[in-house]
């Protein structure tokens, strides 16, 4: 019995310990706006300051190059919403025509489209910068969206999906009952794949909401910015992380606590999408379709 | 409606697996025909190229008297009930019925009066707004019967419709497609594994074995006049008796030799099988259906051959009682054999043909309920010899 309270305990205290190294650096940050430069360094790191100093720290953000953070923000909206809504369109027939389709070449696209999912991103951002140049794209906003439209991922996850959790018994019923390929895929097929849509919705949006290297490479002008490009501009620009910038950061008003505002709302559109398509990845959504 | 034929329809899959060979068949307009056979015989994919989900590599597939050999499956017009009832399940039982009439853009007043008919008919009138998951297997399956019937169409194609119910429901859906069928009078092709399924409910039962058509004809055609070993095998449960024999000539007459025991031929039994005097001191395969054995304490007078033996199981059914029995007599080890022992999955047995032929030979036999044989045993068993069945032992082929 003692020898399994103290088990028990050991337990405990593990989780305990490793719960607190990895909260403490979140708690750190969302209280980091509530006090001042000064009271960040100088007080206890868990002290809530005043929500006064996360409203001024908002409106130096806000009035920074004038309303430069609101733009960042809206411009990753349209760029990861529109990469989505392409990413989206062809993930889902691509997947199923992989998955149910027999045609020539079908595991050829497969393995290419592995392959390629598995590189990573930022190995491709110099040959894709040559072909944007090429194409006389460098600078504008589908210089951003186009190449991440293309996602692997997302063919790869429709693919399993639908190789894995429809019955093929389901769309011959659809052929018998009248349905054409075009048919039986938005009549059936499509509907079916709710969970999936929900899915690569997601992954391509954080990917898209997160992508850095390509948008810092291809786009010049700082109103086109998306968020990421924006924040290390923005730290970039913050004397106490870069002092070559000098000034004392009274310049541009921006200092620590204005940058952790600045980092935890690029979070929360992340956030609302992960909680809206969670809903929407019922699991069941096929129950009563085949006897099992 | 339509009649529906095979001519000559192979399937070859492109490892060279020769699903179907040659298939001849026609299911004259209105008729309920029977596929059966054990699994991978070809049966379902006789009825995929039929609904046009299989392609055809050679012969041809008629629908009334249209080629359809390279048609789509939603240009030919026929229905189809899957063993898994392939219901949408995104759609409630009313759109699942409707799906086939919205793509064929029937007008909504016409689905609707259509779909309400095939409920009630169905008994489904309570559950058209329940999706397939709030519903039970049987209802399940009649929605996927509902789906078939508003369409109407040239023919309905039924692939083991029943197999995942149990087996109360499945004798009640059996007779209800059976009667729905004859009200409506649709070309059917029914697919089942199941003997009893065919017997009960096809006009004509097709028996397929390895791709190739057995025998086509009526249940009691099927049942009593087997052209080869393997149907007579297949059909009735429980299975024929199968033993190794003799022919023999005696005193004038023709013997069967069945390990000790002798019967002597009767001149109607030489009359139905012509071929068997030439099989004189060769030897035959000898079937026996279990109904065609009796306890013979059970019965009159000694007109009957005698096969003794001894009870090792009774099941009694209360109206009869199956007694499995052993003699001393040799069972017949074809391929047919083993190809029926793995079909129903009897290892046991086919454990003991592994070892070789086995010196003694189990029987079953249909008793009255009156037996008063317990297990253990010894038994006299009386043979009605007029419903004997003699196959080659060679080709299996019945003499």
């Known amino acids: 019995m003692g020898i399994r309270l103290l088990g028990l305990g050991a337990r405990m205290a593990i989780l305990l310990v490793f719960a607190i190294f990895f909260i403490a650096p979140v708690l750190w940050l969302i209280l980091a706006p509530t006090k001042s430069d000064n009271a960040l360094v100088t007080s206890s790191p868990f002290s809530f300051g005043s929500f006064h100093n996360v409203a001024q720290a908002w409106n130096h953000l806000d009035a920074y190059s004038d309303h430069l953070y609101r733009r960042w923000i809206a411009n990753t909206l349209i760029y990861s919403l529109s990469a989505t809504a392409i990413t989206l369109a062809i993930s889902i027939p691509a997947g199923y025509g992989l998955a149910l389709g027999k045609f020539w070449g079908r595991k050829l696209i497969l393995t290419l489209t592995l392959v390629v999912m598995i590189m990573p991103a930022a190995s491709l951002v110099l040959p894709i910068f040559l072909e944007l140049n090429a194409l006389h794209l460098i600078g504008s906003v589908f210089s951003v969206i186009l190449p991440f439209s293309f996602f692997p991922f997302g063919i790869y996850l429709a693919y399993i999906y639908y190789a894995t959790s429809i019955p093929s018994e389901l769309l011959d019923a659809a052929r018998v009952d009248g349905c054409g390929e075009w048919l039986t895929f938005r009549r059936v097929a499509l509907p079916l794949a709710k969970p999936v849509v929900a899915l690569v919705f997601f992954f391509s949006f954080v990917a898209n909401w997160n992508n850095f290297f390509l948008p810092y490479v291809v786009l010049a002008d700082s109103n086109q910015y998306p968020i990421t490009v924006g924040l290390s501009n923005l730290l970039a620009s913050t004397p106490s992380f870069n002092p070559a910038v000098g000034g004392g950061g009274q310049s541009v008003n921006i200092f620590k606590p204005e940058l952790a505002l600045a980092t935890l709302l690029a979070v929360i559109p992340v956030a609302i999408v992960f909680l809206l398509s969670q809903r929407a990845l019922v699991r069941g959504t096929l129950g009563g379709a085949v006897k099992q | ?399």
Do not use: W
Not at chain 2, 107 to 112: G, L, V
């Open chain 2, 1 to 399: 409606m339509a009649r529906v034929a095979f001519e000559a329809a192979s399937k070859v899959y492109g490892d060279g697996t020769r699903a179907l060979d040659k298939l001849d068949l026609a299911i004259e307009d209105g008729e309920f025909m029977v596929l059966v056979g054990p699994s991978g015989c070809g049966k379902t994919t006789a009825l995929r190229m039929l609904a046009g989900l299989e392609d055809i590599t050679d012969g041809v597939v008629r629908i009334g008297e249209r080629v359809v050999n390279g048609l789509s499956p939603k240009s030919r017009d026929i229905a189809m009930v899957f063993q898994s009832y392939a219901l949408y399940p995104h759609l409630t039982a009313y759109d699942n019925i409707a799906f086939a009439l919205r793509i064929k853009k029937v007008p909504k007043d016409e689905i609707r009066r259509r779909v309400e008919e095939a409920a009630r008919i169905l008994g489904l009138v309570a559950l058209l707004k329940k999706k397939p998951r709030a519903l039970s297997g049987g209802q399940r399956q009649r929605v996927a019967m509902g789906r078939a019937i508003v369409r109407e169409p040239q023919a309905f194609l039924m692939d083991e419709p029943l197999s995942n119910l149990d087996a109360k429901l499945r004798v009640k859906m059996r007779a209800d497609i059976k009667k729905i069928q004859t009200n409506l009078g649709v070309t059917t092709l029914y697919v089942t594994h199941d003997q009893v399924e065919a017997m009960t409910m096809g006009h004509r039962v097709a028996v397929m074995r390895k791709g190739e058509l057995q025998q086509v004809a009526s249940p009691e055609d099927l049942y009593h006049r087997p052209l080869n070993m393997f149907v007579g095998g297949f059909i009735g449960s429980p299975a024929m008796n199968m033993l190794e024999a003799a022919v023999e000539r005696r005193n004038g007459s023709f013997e069967i030799v069945v390990g000790e025991a002798r019967f002597v031929l009767a001149q109607e039994t030489l009359a139905a099988h012509p071929q068997l005097p030439a099989y004189e001191n060769r030897s035959i395969v000898l079937g026996i259906r279990p109904e065609s054995l009796e306890d013979a304490a059970l019965v009159d007078g000694d007109h009957h051959p005698r096969l003794r033996g001894d009870a090792e199981l009774r099941e009694a059914l209360g109206s009869e009682m199956l007694v499995h029995f052993s003699i001393a007599a040799r069972p017949a080890v074809t391929d047919e054999v083993r190809e029926l022992a793995e079909d129903v999955g009897d290892d046991r047995t086919l454990e003991h043909l592994a070892e070789g032929v086995p010196a003694h030979a189990t029987l079953v036999g249909r008793f009255s309920a009156d037996t008063r044989v317990r297990e253990g045993d010894s038994i006299e068993v009386a043979v009605y010899e007029r419903a004997l069945h003699f196959f080659d032992r060679e080709s299996g082929l019945a003499l």
